[in-house]
Protein backbone atom coordinates (compact mmCIF):
# COMPACT_ATOMS: atom_id res chain seq x y z
CA UNK A 1 0.00 0.00 0.00
CA UNK A 2 0.84 3.71 -1.10
CA UNK A 3 -1.40 4.94 1.82
CA UNK A 4 -0.43 7.14 4.37
CA UNK A 5 -3.42 6.82 6.72
CA UNK A 6 -5.75 3.61 8.00
CA UNK A 7 -8.41 5.21 6.59
CA UNK A 8 -8.40 1.89 4.42
CA UNK A 9 -7.22 -0.64 6.58
CA UNK A 10 -7.89 -1.45 9.85
CA UNK A 11 -5.13 -0.65 12.34
CA UNK A 12 -5.97 -4.40 14.17
CA UNK A 13 -5.28 -6.29 10.43
CA UNK A 14 -2.09 -7.84 10.05
CA UNK A 15 -0.87 -7.46 7.32
CA UNK A 16 0.96 -10.02 4.61
CA UNK A 17 2.79 -7.81 1.97
CA UNK A 18 4.34 -9.29 -1.75
CA UNK A 19 6.60 -6.69 -3.16
CA UNK A 20 9.38 -7.50 -5.85
CA UNK A 21 11.21 -4.69 -4.21
CA UNK A 22 12.39 -5.79 -0.72
CA UNK A 23 12.94 -1.99 0.77
CA UNK A 24 9.37 -1.45 -0.22
CA UNK A 25 8.18 -4.36 2.65
CA UNK A 26 6.94 -2.25 5.94
CA UNK A 27 7.81 0.61 4.53
CA UNK A 28 4.62 2.49 5.51
CA UNK A 29 2.85 -0.01 7.74
CA UNK A 30 4.06 -3.24 10.07
CA UNK A 31 3.35 -6.00 8.42
CA UNK A 32 3.14 -9.39 10.13
CA UNK A 33 4.80 -11.20 7.05
CA UNK A 34 6.71 -9.85 4.15
CA UNK A 35 7.18 -11.68 0.73
CA UNK A 36 10.08 -10.75 -1.36
CA UNK A 37 8.35 -12.00 -5.23
CA UNK A 38 6.36 -11.18 -7.80
CA UNK A 39 2.59 -10.99 -7.00
CA UNK A 40 1.46 -13.06 -9.64
CA UNK A 41 3.52 -15.75 -8.68
CA UNK A 42 2.98 -15.69 -5.16
CA UNK A 43 -0.88 -15.58 -5.65
CA UNK A 44 -0.50 -18.88 -7.91
CA UNK A 45 1.54 -20.61 -5.20
CA UNK A 46 -0.58 -19.84 -2.50
CA UNK A 47 -4.01 -20.80 -4.88
CA UNK A 48 -2.05 -24.45 -5.36
CA UNK A 49 -1.01 -24.54 -1.74
CA UNK A 50 -4.81 -23.76 -0.31
CA UNK A 51 -5.46 -27.58 -1.37
CA UNK A 52 -3.61 -28.44 1.84
CA UNK A 53 -5.21 -25.89 4.34
CA UNK A 54 -6.48 -27.08 7.45
CA UNK A 55 -8.67 -25.17 7.47
CA UNK A 56 -10.07 -25.13 4.16
CA UNK A 57 -14.07 -24.94 5.14
CA UNK A 58 -13.87 -21.86 7.48
CA UNK A 59 -11.94 -20.54 4.07
CA UNK A 60 -14.26 -21.59 1.53
CA UNK A 61 -17.76 -20.31 3.64
CA UNK A 62 -15.47 -17.22 4.32
CA UNK A 63 -15.58 -16.69 0.81
CA UNK A 64 -18.54 -17.90 -0.23
CA UNK A 65 -19.91 -15.06 2.23
CA UNK A 66 -17.65 -12.29 0.47
CA UNK A 67 -19.41 -13.21 -2.96
CA UNK A 68 -22.70 -13.17 -1.33
CA UNK A 69 -22.02 -9.75 0.43
CA UNK A 70 -20.17 -8.54 -2.81
CA UNK A 71 -23.37 -9.49 -4.86
CA UNK A 72 -25.88 -7.60 -2.76
CA UNK A 73 -23.92 -4.54 -2.97
CA UNK A 74 -23.69 -4.46 -6.12
CA UNK A 75 -27.53 -4.55 -6.26
CA UNK A 76 -27.72 -1.73 -4.02
CA UNK A 77 -25.55 0.01 -5.59
CA UNK A 78 -28.03 -0.35 -9.03
CA UNK A 79 -30.80 -0.34 -7.31
CA UNK A 80 -29.64 3.20 -5.35
CA UNK A 81 -28.44 5.02 -8.78
CA UNK A 82 -29.96 7.96 -9.43
CA UNK A 83 -31.30 7.99 -13.31
CA UNK A 84 -34.62 10.15 -13.04
CA UNK A 85 -33.13 13.02 -12.07
CA UNK A 86 -32.53 15.74 -14.48
CA UNK A 87 -29.53 17.35 -14.76
CA UNK A 88 -27.76 14.14 -14.36
CA UNK A 89 -26.61 12.76 -11.29
CA UNK A 90 -23.01 11.06 -10.62
CA UNK A 91 -24.67 8.03 -9.54
CA UNK A 92 -26.99 7.26 -12.45
CA UNK A 93 -24.12 7.88 -15.14
CA UNK A 94 -21.85 5.14 -13.80
CA UNK A 95 -25.05 2.92 -13.81
CA UNK A 96 -24.92 3.75 -17.57
CA UNK A 97 -21.79 3.30 -18.20
CA UNK A 98 -21.34 0.36 -16.60
CA UNK A 99 -23.74 -0.74 -18.97
CA UNK A 100 -22.37 0.74 -22.41
CA UNK A 101 -18.85 0.49 -21.20
CA UNK A 102 -17.11 -3.07 -23.43
CA UNK A 103 -15.87 -5.85 -21.21
CA UNK A 104 -12.53 -5.53 -22.87
CA UNK A 105 -12.30 -1.55 -22.48
CA UNK A 106 -9.01 0.09 -20.81
CA UNK A 107 -10.52 2.79 -18.58
CA UNK A 108 -8.41 5.81 -17.20
CA UNK A 109 -9.35 8.16 -14.76
CA UNK A 110 -7.64 11.71 -13.84
CA UNK A 111 -7.78 13.55 -10.69
CA UNK A 112 -10.73 14.92 -9.05
CA UNK A 113 -13.88 13.76 -7.18
CA UNK A 114 -15.63 12.72 -9.78
CA UNK A 115 -13.62 10.34 -11.07
CA UNK A 116 -12.81 9.10 -7.73
CA UNK A 117 -16.32 7.80 -7.30
CA UNK A 118 -15.99 6.84 -10.67
CA UNK A 119 -12.78 4.50 -9.59
CA UNK A 120 -15.30 2.46 -7.20
CA UNK A 121 -18.70 2.90 -9.55
CA UNK A 122 -17.82 1.18 -12.95
CA UNK A 123 -16.90 -2.52 -13.86
CA UNK A 124 -13.41 -3.46 -15.10
CA UNK A 125 -13.23 -7.50 -16.72
CA UNK A 126 -10.17 -7.84 -18.14
CA UNK A 127 -6.73 -7.18 -16.40
CA UNK A 128 -5.16 -3.95 -16.56
CA UNK A 129 -8.24 -2.30 -17.07
CA UNK A 130 -8.05 0.45 -14.71
CA UNK A 131 -5.76 3.12 -14.76
CA UNK A 132 -5.73 6.14 -12.37
CA UNK A 133 -3.26 8.24 -10.63
CA UNK A 134 -5.44 8.02 -7.48
CA UNK A 135 -3.83 10.40 -4.49
CA UNK A 136 -1.09 11.98 -7.08
CA UNK A 137 -3.56 14.62 -7.74
CA UNK A 138 -2.39 14.40 -11.40
CA UNK A 139 -4.97 16.74 -13.15
CA UNK A 140 -4.96 16.19 -16.84
CA UNK A 141 -3.56 12.64 -16.49
CA UNK A 142 -6.48 10.44 -18.17
CA UNK A 143 -6.47 11.80 -21.41
CA UNK A 144 -2.57 11.13 -22.24
CA UNK A 145 -2.25 8.54 -20.20
CA UNK A 146 -5.19 6.60 -22.56
CA UNK A 147 -3.25 7.66 -25.31
CA UNK A 148 -0.37 5.61 -24.36
CA UNK A 149 -2.49 3.06 -23.86
CA UNK A 150 -4.29 2.79 -26.91
CA UNK A 151 -0.72 2.96 -28.86
CA UNK A 152 0.23 0.53 -26.69
CA UNK A 153 -2.65 -2.01 -27.23
CA UNK A 154 -4.39 -0.35 -30.14
CA UNK A 155 -6.91 -3.67 -30.08
CA UNK A 156 -8.37 -2.39 -27.22
CA UNK A 157 -11.06 0.19 -27.08
CA UNK A 158 -9.58 3.03 -24.50
CA UNK A 159 -12.02 4.99 -22.50
CA UNK A 160 -10.92 8.18 -20.27
CA UNK A 161 -13.00 9.52 -18.02
CA UNK A 162 -12.38 13.49 -17.13
CA UNK A 163 -13.95 16.49 -15.37
CA UNK A 164 -14.18 19.30 -17.23
CA UNK A 165 -11.35 21.57 -15.78
CA UNK A 166 -9.21 18.01 -16.24
CA UNK A 167 -9.64 18.30 -19.75
CA UNK A 168 -9.25 21.83 -20.54
CA UNK A 169 -5.70 21.77 -19.05
CA UNK A 170 -4.52 18.94 -21.50
CA UNK A 171 -7.01 19.72 -24.74
CA UNK A 172 -4.57 20.64 -27.04
CA UNK A 173 -3.07 16.99 -27.46
CA UNK A 174 -5.95 15.77 -28.72
CA UNK A 175 -4.68 17.58 -32.29
CA UNK A 176 -1.69 14.55 -31.23
CA UNK A 177 -4.50 12.12 -31.36
CA UNK A 178 -6.38 13.09 -34.26
CA UNK A 179 -2.93 13.55 -36.89
CA UNK A 180 -1.97 9.81 -35.66
CA UNK A 181 -5.15 8.64 -35.51
CA UNK A 182 -4.80 7.47 -32.00
CA UNK A 183 -8.57 6.57 -31.60
CA UNK A 184 -9.81 6.89 -27.66
CA UNK A 185 -13.01 7.86 -25.94
CA UNK A 186 -12.72 10.64 -23.69
CA UNK A 187 -15.70 11.19 -21.67
CA UNK A 188 -15.45 14.68 -19.59
CA UNK A 189 -18.39 14.98 -17.04
CA UNK A 190 -19.15 18.77 -17.38
CA UNK A 191 -20.14 19.84 -14.00
CA UNK A 192 -18.56 23.47 -15.10
CA UNK A 193 -16.45 23.29 -11.71
CA UNK A 194 -13.69 22.46 -10.00
CA UNK A 195 -15.64 20.27 -8.16
CA UNK A 196 -13.25 19.24 -5.45
CA UNK A 197 -12.24 22.77 -4.53
CA UNK A 198 -16.18 23.81 -4.69
CA UNK A 199 -17.33 21.02 -2.38
CA UNK A 200 -14.65 21.84 0.18
CA UNK A 201 -15.70 25.81 -0.31
CA UNK A 202 -18.95 24.69 0.59
CA UNK A 203 -18.76 22.23 3.12
CA UNK A 204 -15.56 24.29 5.35
CA UNK A 205 -15.52 27.90 4.30
CA UNK A 206 -19.15 28.92 4.75
CA UNK A 207 -19.64 28.54 0.45
CA UNK A 208 -16.99 31.43 -0.42
CA UNK A 209 -16.38 30.27 -3.87
CA UNK A 210 -12.80 31.49 -5.34
CA UNK A 211 -11.90 29.90 -8.41
CA UNK A 212 -14.11 27.17 -8.38
CA UNK A 213 -16.23 27.71 -11.61
CA UNK A 214 -14.78 26.86 -14.93
CA UNK A 215 -15.93 28.48 -18.14
CA UNK A 216 -15.52 25.83 -21.05
CA UNK A 217 -16.21 26.07 -24.64
CA UNK A 218 -18.29 23.05 -26.25
CA UNK A 219 -15.97 19.95 -26.03
CA UNK A 220 -17.73 18.28 -29.03
CA UNK A 221 -17.53 21.05 -31.12
CA UNK A 222 -13.74 21.67 -30.28
CA UNK A 223 -13.36 18.07 -31.09
CA UNK A 224 -14.74 18.44 -34.68
CA UNK A 225 -12.64 21.25 -35.54
CA UNK A 226 -9.41 19.68 -34.34
CA UNK A 227 -10.72 16.81 -37.13
CA UNK A 228 -12.33 13.98 -34.26
CA UNK A 229 -15.48 12.93 -33.48
CA UNK A 230 -17.81 15.28 -30.69
CA UNK A 231 -20.89 14.02 -28.91
CA UNK A 232 -23.37 16.36 -26.28
CA UNK A 233 -25.25 14.31 -23.45
CA UNK A 234 -27.75 16.53 -21.42
CA UNK A 235 -30.16 13.74 -20.42
CA UNK A 236 -29.01 10.25 -18.77
CA UNK A 237 -30.88 8.64 -21.72
CA UNK A 238 -28.76 9.77 -24.26
CA UNK A 239 -25.65 8.37 -22.59
CA UNK A 240 -25.55 4.41 -23.61
CA UNK A 241 -26.13 6.06 -27.80
CA UNK A 242 -23.56 8.25 -27.50
CA UNK A 243 -20.83 6.32 -26.00
CA UNK A 244 -21.79 3.60 -28.87
CA UNK A 245 -21.55 6.16 -31.77
CA UNK A 246 -18.31 7.76 -30.28
CA UNK A 247 -16.61 4.07 -29.44
CA UNK A 248 -17.20 3.11 -33.43
CA UNK A 249 -16.71 6.61 -35.15
CA UNK A 250 -13.44 5.26 -36.27
CA UNK A 251 -11.86 8.96 -34.92
CA UNK A 252 -10.50 10.43 -31.45
CA UNK A 253 -14.19 11.07 -30.03
CA UNK A 254 -14.81 13.49 -27.22
CA UNK A 255 -18.35 12.97 -25.26
CA UNK A 256 -19.47 16.22 -23.39
CA UNK A 257 -21.61 15.14 -20.70
CA UNK A 258 -23.84 17.67 -18.90
CA UNK A 259 -23.58 16.63 -14.98
CA UNK A 260 -25.09 18.69 -12.27
CA UNK A 261 -22.83 21.34 -10.97
CA UNK A 262 -24.93 21.05 -7.65
CA UNK A 263 -23.95 17.14 -7.62
CA UNK A 264 -20.59 18.03 -4.94
CA UNK A 265 -18.76 15.47 -3.01
CA UNK A 266 -16.18 16.14 -0.47
CA UNK A 267 -13.77 13.19 -0.35
CA UNK A 268 -10.82 13.96 2.28
CA UNK A 269 -13.08 15.23 4.98
CA UNK A 270 -10.21 14.64 7.11
CA UNK A 271 -8.16 16.94 5.79
CA UNK A 272 -10.53 19.73 7.34
CA UNK A 273 -11.44 18.63 10.69
CA UNK A 274 -10.11 21.25 12.19
CA UNK A 275 -12.30 23.95 10.89
CA UNK A 276 -15.34 21.63 11.86
CA UNK A 277 -18.23 20.51 9.80
Known amino acids: STFYSYDNINKDAEIIQVELEPTAIGRFFPVAMGIWGDAATVA ?32 KRDADADTG ?26 AGTLCLQATDALNYWQPPSLFTPLDFGLVGFSFACGLGIKVARPERPVVSLMGDGGFGMTISEFSTAVAYNINTVTLVMNNQCWGAEKAYQRDFFGERYIGA ?4 PPFDKVAELYGGAGFRVDRIGE ?34 KHRGS
Open 213 to 216: DIAS
Open 44 to 75: RQLRETNTNLKNKAAVEAWTAQLKADRAAYLD
Open 85 to 110: THPIQPSGLFKELRAALPKDAAVTMD
Open 239 to 272: VGEAVAAALNCGKPAVVDIQVDPAALYSFRRDSF
